[in-house]
């Protein structure tokens, strides 16, 4: 272990839409054998030499874009490279699926916000209403969007989205730019692809 480095037990970890991607060989690069994983938390178990953030016990958050440059965190230990930038430490009287998003959708959903600039009284489609897209709703919000618009053809997913404040679009039952173009005439301020590759409709 390098140093700077952590070793990390795994307390909980999810599963990413880049892990799919992977998977139907959409990202290049995976072997066979594999581990597969980027999102994690769990409980420091030791720490390198010049560690001076995190201790042994501390309980934290790992984040998505570092690599050990060998295998996921879909295992009972992790090894988190420069482990005082790369992790955030957790309080206790939260539980692990209230912050393990920070890893990595929570994240790049505010970022996909803010890279396409949405701010007060902008309007918002957002293709995709996974967690990435569901938190991008969450986030066009925050800064006061004054309309969001959910495109998907889930249901339960659309749901969530609404009561998030957005307007939906199921796209296996209506045009969506039809549709879109009815709910805000002359077509949205930005647009969120929280769906990728060939997925996004319309
Ligand atoms: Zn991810």
Known sequence: MYVRD?????????VCGSDLHLYHNEFAGLEKN???????MGIIESVG?????????DRVVVSAVISCGYDGC????VRVPFADVNTLKIKSDVKDEQVLFLS????????????GGVQEGTTVAVWGCGPVGWMSVMWSRYPGAKKIVAIDCCEERLEKARLQGAEAINFSKTD??????????????????AAGFRFAKG
């Open 6 to 14: 952590a070793i990390g037990r795994v307390t909980s970890t999810i």
């Open 34 to 40: 594999d581990i597969l994983g980027h999102e994690c």
């Open 49 to 57: 030499s010049e560690v001076k953030n995190v201790k042994v016990g």
């Open 74 to 77: 879909r295992a009972e230990y």
């Open 104 to 115: 990595d959708i929570l994240c790049t959903g505010w970022q996909a916000t803010v890279l």
């Open 176 to 193: 969506i730019l039809k549709t879109l173009q009815q709910m805000i005439p002359g077509g949205p301020d930005i647009c969120i692809d």
